[in-house]
T-cell receptor
Framework: GNSVTQMEGPVTLSEEAFLTINCTYT??????LFWYVQYPGEGLQLLLK?????DKGSNKGFEATYRKETTSFHLEKGSVQVSDSAVYFC???????????FGKGTKLSVKP | DTAVSQTPKYLVTQMGNDKSIKCEQN?????MYWYKQDSKKFLKIMFS???????INETVPNRFSPKSPDKAHLNLHINSLELGDSAVYFC????????????FGQGTRLTVV
């Protein structure tokens, strides 16, 4: 079945540092890939998505490219802010219920 | 307007009680889900509901039951609550099975004491 492996956190960075959160997947076919973000005390929000190989999703300075050859969808941001502190989830569809399958989440803390 | 809304946001109750969490979406989606998030933030699918077809995660105890009065609502009923049911429960919706973006509610933090 489909699955997602995400780097474990927590990740602590200083403001303006470069961020990479690794995500690799196992899937039948080429499902759409997603990054969701969960701010403290809130629900999940879609951050970005890519629907086919070589697509780049981007939003709020975050980017991720759908790499078929390495089955990866790494999240990057060139300069993080304190307000980016949150838990980030990589996801794809393919559960037995037609549901999103999530990685375990990576907690990011950005210090001023 | 909130796209997916859940009530209540917090729920504290005693072991053995029966409780419900309500979920409504105003996006016109035809598929709704319930997820459970544990203390380590891991998200686990509990139920998917599409056009009156319910798919149950077989690992979910039968004390949990979803009820959908119409396409815009998917409520979660929990009987005989146990300490291990303490978690954050998220409702979500999407258009169709898989492939498209899912929208999530704010979550309900359930604490069983």
């Amino acid at each position: 079945g489909n699955s997602v492996t995400q780097m474990e956190g927590p990740v602590t960075l200083s403001e303006e540092a470069f961020l990479t959160i690794n995500c690799t997947y196992t899937a039948t076919g080429y499902p759409s890939l997603f990054w969701y973000v969960q701010y403290p005390g809130e629900g999940l929000q879609l951050l970005l998505k890519a629907t086919k190989a070589d697509d780049k999703g981007s939003n709020k300075g975050f980017e991720a490219t759908y790499r078929k050859e390495t089955t990866s969808f790494h999240l990057e941001k060139g300069s993080v802010q304190v307000s980016d502190s949150a838990v980030y989830f990589c996801a794809l569809y393919g559960g037995s219920q037609g549901n999103l399958i999530f990685g375990k989440g990576t907690k990011l803390s950005v210090k001023p | 307007d909130t796209a997916v809304s859940q009530t209540p946001k917090y729920l504290v109750t005693q072991m053995g009680n029966d409780k419900s969490i309500k979920c409504e979406q105003n996006l016109g989606h035809d598929t709704m889900y319930w997820y459970k998030q544990d203390s380590k933030k891991f998200l686990k699918i509990m139920f998917s509901y599409n056009n009156k077809e319910l798919i149950i995660n077989e690992t979910v105890p039968n004390r949990f039951s979803p009820k959908s009065p119409d396409k815009a609502h998917l409520n979660l009923h929990i009987n005989s609550l146990e300490l291990g049911d303490s978690a954050v429960y998220f409702c979500a919706s999407s258009q169709g099975w898989g492939g498209t973006e899912a929208f999530f509610g704010q979550g309900t933090r359930l604490t069983v004491v």
